[in-house]
C-alpha cells in the first residue's frame, strides 16, 4: 500500500453542512455517482409531485366547468320556465287589452249618446219654455181683449 500523505484530504462537496473529504479516486466516483443518484431520485420525486399538482388541478378544473354547466343548464332551463310563463301573460294581457279596446269604445259611444239625449233634453226644455212664451202672450193678449170686452164704452 502507498503511503499515506500527511496532508490533508481537500474538501470535494458539501452536502446539508457536512464537509466530505476524500482521498482517492475511486471514493470520488462512488461519492458523485452516488449524489448523482440522489439528485436523480429528488428529481424523480419533483416530477411526480407537480405531475401530480397538475392531475389534481385538471380534476377540479374538471369538477368546477361540470358545476358551472349544471349551474347554467338549471338557470337556462329556469329562463324557458320564465318566458313561457312571460309569453302566457301577454296573452293573456293582449285578450284583456282587446276587451277594454271594445269596452271603450262602447263606453264612448254611450257618452255620445248621453250627450245627445241631454242636448235633446235641452232642445225640449228650451221648445216648453217657448211654448210657455208664447202662452202667456196668448193668454196676455186674451186677457187684454176679454177685460176690454168687458168695459162699456
Request: hydrophobic content about 40%.
Amino acid at each position: 500500500p502507498a503511503p499515506r500523505s500527511r496532508v490533508p484530504a481537500r474538501c470535494v462537496t458539501c452536502q446539508s453542512g457536512n464537509h466530505v473529504y476524500v482521498t482517492s479516486r475511486s471514493r470520488v466516483l462512488a461519492m458523485l455517482s452516488r449524489l448523482l443518484k440522489e439528485h436523480q431520485a429528488r428529481q424523480s420525486e419533483r416530477r411526480e409531485l407537480q405531475e401530480r399538482r397538475r392531475r389534481d388541478a385538471i380534476v377540479a378544473a374538471t369538477r368546477l366547468t361540470e358545476a358551472l354547466v349544471d349551474h347554467l343548464n338549471v338557470g337556462v332551463a329556469q329562463a324557458y320556465v320564465n318566458q313561457r310563463k312571460l309569453d302566457q301573460e301577454v296573452k293573456t294581457l293582449q285578450v284583456q287589452a282587446a276587451q277594454f279596446a271594445r269596452q271603450t269604445g262602447h263606453w264612448i259611444s254611450m257618452v255620445e249618446n248621453f250627450n245627445q239625449a241631454l242636448k235633446e233634453i235641452g232642445d225640449v226644455e228650451n221648445w216648453a219654455r217657448s211654448i210657455e212664451m208664447d202662452m202667456r202672450t196668448i193668454a196676455t193678449a186674451l186677457e187684454y181683449v176679454y177685460k176690454g170686452q168687458l168695459q162699456p164704452s
